[in-house]
């Protein structure tokens, strides 16, 4: 199947910075992209989808100016937590999804372990 | 390395049952997930094994055996709504999930 890399694996850091994590598709256009955040024993959340050069649409109780998702190109979109705190902390995904509308499927990352002290 | 094993496609008839088996090689091990994925949406999450034994919610059902590798995921009473793609993922030591490709399950009326 389709590879997507995410990058980092995991990351550690200090209350208030902003922390980045990419998410690559390596050998298809990814016309879409959706970012899930995962607590511990509980399921994947939906947090934004994104589609190539336009706004990522959020799902309800997520805020757009915390959870920055820029998807400029067909390959690669951008999660940036800002002013992240303690609470941040958690296990965030992307999986990405290649032309073809609905029918195709989507690929996902390894995943980015966030903690913030 | 690390690898989760799953068949590519099912068939079943509307009102049977059917078991889907992942088997899996990971470096750790942190909980295993079943997620649905109807064709163009995400994944929905189904289940969460970190124990052995069956799980039970509603008409889907989730086994664990650690020492096996394995897991399966059974649904009773299939409706033509059921029709999707069922995903096996397991949460390595280093917390990164690991994920089979994937089942696509035809139901047939």
């Known amino acids: 199947g389709a590879v997507v890399s995410q990058h980092p694996s995991w990351v550690i850091c200090k209350s208030g910075t902003s922390v980045k994590i990419e998410c690559r598709s390596l050998?298809?256009?990814?016309?879409?992209m959706f970012w899930y955040r995962q607590f511990p024993k509980q399921s994947l959340m939906l947090m934004a989808t994104?589609?190539?050069?336009?706004?990522?649409?959020?799902e309800q109780g997520v805020e757009k100016d915390k959870f920055l998702i820029n998807h400029a190109s067909l390959t690669l979109s951008t999660l940036t937590v800002t002013s992240a705190h303690p609470e941040d902390s958690s296990f965030y995904i992307c999986?990405?999804?290649?032309?073809?509308?609905?029918?195709?499927?989507?690929?996902f990352g390894q995943g980015t372990r966030l903690t913030v002290v | 390395g690390q690898n989760i094993d799953q068949p590519t496609e099912m068939t079943a008839t509307e009102g049977a049952i059917v078991q889907i088996n992942c088997t899996y090689q990971?470096?750790?091990?942190?909980?295993l997930f079943w997620y649905q994925q109807h064709a163009g949406e995400a994944p929905t999450f189904l289940s969460y094994?970190?124990l052995d034994g069956l799980e039970e919610k509603g008409r889907f059902s989730s086994f664990l055996s650690r020492s096996k590798g394995y897991s399966y995921l059974l649904l009773k009473e299939l409706q033509m709504k059921d029709s999707a793609s069922y995903l096996c993922?397991?949460?390595?030591?280093?917390?990164?999930?690991?994920w089979g490709a994937g089942t696509k399950l035809i139901i047939k009326p």
């Open positions: 999986s990405a999804r290649g032309e073809g509308g609905g029918d195709t499927e989507a690929f």
């Open positions: 050998d298809f256009q990814a016309t879409t």
């Open positions: 994104s589609n190539e050069g336009s706004k990522a649409t959020y």
């Open positions: 990971t470096s750790g091990f942190n909980g």
């Open positions: 094994n970190v």
């Open positions: 993922a397991v949460m390595d030591s280093n917390y990164q999930l690991i």
